[in-house]
């Protein structure tokens, strides 16, 4: 049963410490997303990756975030320094990036709190 | 992509049918109709999706107006488990790339199934 998983499930530090959240996407899929969940704001996507490059970060803010792939089956998301208002739910979530149907797989996500 | 407009909240009995509404006015020819569904403190997870025709699989039907303004899920017998907040979302399909728009969630109806 093919699963996205994410690590740490969840995460509590004091603000202005680093932060690293990593995902294994399914393993075939060639699309991998980051999005971060709130009660204010819902799901906003913040980045993703096709074949490993990044093509949308748009999302994301640029100075404390930011997001990688060092392999096929490793993506990160590291916010430095982090801020309370980074406490939110964060998902990853992998597909094929192809298809009318295109869907995504999301992980279970990290929890982060930001003392 | 066009914007949904779906209720905040819903509630059903458990093993009668669920209707959830979604109105869409704004839609394009090329806009994808797609339902995904996050239970409590879990991923979303694909429901169904549809351009112009009705659609079932093994999770729930979809029913699509005849001029795509408007579409509902349909869950035919909810049970505790159905129990989550549902989106609708279009995603515009580009037959470059044969892939679809990213997923932009909204706010969703929380759907409530009572015993």
């Known amino acids: 049963d093919a699963r996205v998983t994410q690590t740490p499930r969840h995460k509590v530090t004091e603000m202005g410490q680093e932060v690293t959240m990593r995902c294994q996407p399914i393993?075939?899929?060639?699309?991998v997303f980051w999005y971060r969940q709130t009660m204010m704001q819902g799901l906003e996507l913040l980045a993703y990756?096709?074949?490993?490059?990044?093509?949308?970060d748009s999302g994301m803010p640029k100075d404390r975030f930011s997001a990688e792939m060092p392999d096929a089956t490793l993506a990160t998301l590291k916010i430095q320094p982090s801020e309370p208002r980074d406490s939110a739910v964060y998902f990853c979530?992998?597909?094929?990036?192809?298809?009318?149907?295109?869907?995504?797989?999301f992980g279970p996500g990290t929890r982060l709190t930001v003392l | 992509d066009a914007k949904t407009t779906q209720p905040n909240s819903m509630e059903s009995n458990e093993e009668e049918p669920v209707h959830l509404p979604c109105n869409h006015s704004t839609i394009s020819g090329t806009d994808y109709i797609h339902w995904y569904r996050q239970l409590p403190s879990q991923g979303p997870e694909y429901v169904i999706h549809?351009?112009?025709s009705n659609v079932n699989n093994r999770m729930a039907s979809l029913a699509i107006a005849e001029d795509r303004k408007s579409s509902t899920l349909i869950l035919h017998r909810a049970t505790l488990r159905d129990a989550a907040v549902y989106y609708c979302?279009?995603?515009?399909?580009?037959?470059?790339?044969?892939?679809?728009?990213?997923?932009?969630f909204g706010k969703g109806t929380k759907l409530s199934v009572k015993p």
């Open positions: 393993l075939g899929h060639n699309t």
């Open positions: 990756f096709r074949n490993r490059a990044p093509l949308d």
């Open positions: 979302i279009l995603r515009e399909y580009m037959n470059y790339g044969g892939s679809q728009g990213n997923l932009i």
């Open positions: 979530a992998s597909g094929l990036g192809q298809g009318k149907r295109n869907e995504q797989f």
């Open positions: 549809g351009l112009t």
